[in-house]
């Protein structure tokens, strides 16, 4: 079957550094993106990630290990916007997106 | 750019009418659009996926006769739940990606519209 795992809530404190580790098997992989999710809001585009290594963008980075079928999120300089969910998904050999059941990052002053 | 937009942004109905949701993108042309529930505090649900012109292809325990998708245009998709009950309460959200993936040069970004609220009293 194909599964994504990500912990279910972290904690961080404001200006500090925060990593969303995300692992996956899928039948298939032709990507992994990284959404960012309020309550209450539809996701919006954080990264993609197709080849192995680090994507920076920003105070957010987004590296992918295909070997080890892994990738994480990297968040620098927390701010209390920042409180939300992330979600990991994989692109698998339909194209189809298969979803992570999402991380809650609560970030405290 | 990439704009796209969900009609009502919440409804309130009564057990056992029907609600029709509209998807819209905006400033591109969607060849597939998505249709996700997602309940509080859980993650989405990809209801179905449907193509223009053609019938959608739904995921497995989602009920087509009572979730009718239908995408007759390149910039739009209805949902229609009918005979609504209060467990169809949820957050709807569509998604749409433009293009083909199999095709060279594509995106395979999917992007969302702002959800709909849907509370069945």
């Known amino acids: 079957g194909q599964n994504i795992d990500q912990p279910t809530e972290m904690t961080a404190t404001e200006g500090a550094i925060v990593q969303i580790n995300c692992t996956y098997q899928t039948s298939g992989f032709n990507g992994l993106f990284w959404y960012q999710q309020h309550a209450g809001e539809a996701p919006t585009f954080l990264s993609y990630n197709v080849l192995d290594g680090l994507e920076e963008k920003g105070r957010f980075s987004s590296f992918l290990s295909r070997s080890k079928g892994y990738s994480y999120l990297l968040l620098k300089e927390l701010q209390m916007k920042d409180s939300a969910s992330y979600l990991c998904a994989v692109l698998d050999s339909n194209y189809q997106l298969i979803w992570g059941a999402g991380t809650k990052l609560i970030i405290k002053p | 750019g990439a704009v796209v937009s969900q009609h009502p942004s919440w409804v309130i109905c009564k057990s056992g009418t029907s609600v029709k949701i509209e998807c819209r993108s905006l400033?591109?042309?969607?060849?597939?659009m998505f249709w996700y529930r997602q309940f509080p505090k859980q993650s989405l649900m990809l209801m179905a996926t449907s193509n223009e012109g053609s019938k959608a292809t739904y995921e497995q325990g989602v009920e087509k006769d009572k979730f009718l998708i239908n995408h007759a245009s390149l910039t739009l998709s209805t949902l229609t739940v009918t005979s609504a009950h209060p467990e169809d309460s949820s957050f709807y959200i569509c998604s749409a990606r433009e293009g083909d993936p199999l095709s060279s040069g594509m995106s395979y970004e999917q992007y969302f519209g702002p959800g709909t609220r849907l509370t069945v009293t």
């Open positions: 400033d591109f042309q969607a060849t597939t």
